[in-house]
């Protein structure tokens, strides 16, 4: 199974959309394809954790509102209230 790395170190799984160690959200980022620990700008902005991308992200309204996602959307494409992730983009499963 692919895992990732929390920016405090602990080991993210595909699914994870919280770190257990340090609490930080994280998600699916579509700008690296990465799980990323999701930096919290308020305001329900996002920013990856990743220095070497650090595309500033919006939660799928799915993940957001209802917690049965762990995507997020490029915040320069969100047009809507409500944004949803495009799992046409999604990785192999
Ligand atoms: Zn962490
Ligand atoms: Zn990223
Ligand atoms: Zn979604």
């Given at each position: 199974?692919?895992t990732?790395?929390?920016?405090?170190?602990?080991?993210?799984?595909?699914?994870?959309?919280?770190?257990?160690?340090?609490?930080?959200?994280?998600?699916?980022?579509?700008g690296?394809?990465?799980?990323?620990?999701?930096?919290?700008?308020?305001?329900?902005?996002?920013?990856?954790?990743f220095?070497?991308?650090?595309t500033?992200?919006?939660?799928?309204?799915?993940?957001?509102?209802?917690?049965?996602?762990?995507?997020?959307?490029?915040?320069?494409?969100?047009?809507?209230?409500?944004?949803?992730?495009?799992?046409?983009?999604?990785?192999?499963?």
């Amino acid at each position: 199974m692919e895992t990732y790395t929390c920016i405090c170190g602990n080991t993210l799984f595909f699914e994870n959309s919280h770190c257990v160690q340090c609490q930080r959200s994280v998600g699916w980022c579509p700008g690296c394809d990465r799980i990323t620990t999701l930096l919290d700008l308020g305001n329900h902005r996002y920013q990856c954790g990743f220095a070497d991308c650090q595309t500033l992200l919006t939660q799928c309204h799915n993940y957001k509102v209802h917690q049965v996602c762990n995507r997020c959307i490029p915040s320069n494409e969100v047009e809507s209230a409500q944004p949803l992730c495009d799992t046409n983009k999604s990785p192999r499963m």
